[in-house]
């Protein structure tokens, strides 16, 4: 389901009954809807949410149970999951209830995670002879650390949406009722800024987990050399001097 609102873009899953479960399907529609809306230049934020009770409770185990090793190579399933690191527009994810399994990958897969005081974060895999199969045994390490992804997907721990928060995994927790309206806040504030730095610094915060130190220094000082260039950053800078509001073109 996408909602539009002026330049944030609002994509919920609905499949309420199966607390989310990414089906193939599901992914299919989902993986669409954010490409073609990273093609519009009028969407500068997108929000990726569930319901109050669900972000995604995980990949669906039915699927999952009645394909084989070979059917799910062959379907390339797992990799549409990749293209949404390919998106250019910043996805903020508003997490409310279950987030497990595929569901908590496909959160960390965004670029920040709002999440309700109800939130609860598991890669329970394990629990099902399995493990994570869409980059969870590598974003969770790389979010929360060794010890606590060990304990989280050895023992499918799930972890409160304060420990969340204590861990690094999650950006900001809120009330319950609050958590769609504060992810739509905060894209609204990234879809106030020039959406051409918004973009180069997001690339450069991904290519911290991607490269070596000073690859990644000297990446993001080319990045800022040409957000500079862009007619926004004048803007911005001569805003600032003249005591006054930026207006950002995206130019
Ligand atoms: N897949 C399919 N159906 C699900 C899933 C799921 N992941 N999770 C819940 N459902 C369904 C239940 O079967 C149930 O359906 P029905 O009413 O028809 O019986 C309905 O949703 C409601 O669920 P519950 O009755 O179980 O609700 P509870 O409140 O009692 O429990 C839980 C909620 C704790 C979230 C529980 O549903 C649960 O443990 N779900 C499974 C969580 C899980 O193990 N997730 C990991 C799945 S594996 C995975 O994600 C691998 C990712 C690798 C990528 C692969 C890409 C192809």
């Known amino acids: 389901m996408v909602e539009r609102d002026g330049r944030v873009a609002v994509v919920l899953l609905n499949r309420p009954k199966q607390l989310n479960a990414l089906s193939g399907e599901v992914m299919g529609a989902l993986v669409s809807a954010l490409l073609e809306l990273d093609e519009d230049a009028e969407v500068r934020a997108i929000v990726l949410g569930g319901n109050e009770r669900a972000f995604a409770?995980?990949?669906?185990?039915a699927e999952l149970a009645a394909g084989t090793p070979i059917?799910?190579?062959?379907s390339r399933r797992i990799d549409a999951w990749d293209s949404i690191r390919a998106v250019r527009t910043p996805i903020v994810a508003a997490v409310s209830g279950f987030c497990l399994g595929g569901g908590c990958e496909l959160a960390m897969l965004?670029?920040?995670?709002?999440?309700?005081?109800?939130a609860k974060f598991g890669q329970p895999e394990i629990n099902l002879g399995v493990l994570p199969g869409a980059g969870g045994t590598q974003r969770l390490t790389r979010a929360v650390?060794?010890?606590?992804a060990m304990?989280?997907?050895l023992t499918g721990r799930m972890l409160s949406a304060r420990e969340a928060l204590d861990f690094g995994l999650?950006?900001?927790?809120?009330?319950?009722?609050?958590?769609?309206?504060e992810a739509k806040r905060v894209?609204?504030?990234?879809?106030?800024?020039?959406p051409i730095s918004v973009r180069l610094a997001k690339e450069a915060i991904d290519k911290a987990f991607e490269m070596p130190l000073a690859a990644g220094v000297e990446f993001e000082r080319r990045s800022f050399y040409l957000a500079r260039a862009a007619e926004d950053a004048t803007e911005g800078l001569n805003a600032f001097i003249e005591k006054r509001l930026p207006k950002f073109e995206g130019t």
């Open 110 to 118: 965004c670029d920040l995670i709002v999440a309700s005081e109800s």
């Open 151 to 153: 304990d989280m997907i």
């Open 170 to 181: 999650v950006a900001r927790v809120v009330a319950q009722e609050a958590w769609l309206d």
């Open 187 to 194: 894209a609204y504030e990234i879809a106030a800024k020039s």
């Open 71 to 74: 059917s799910l190579y062959e």
């Open 57 to 61: 409770a995980g990949a669906d185990i």
């Open 145 to 148: 650390g060794k010890a606590v």
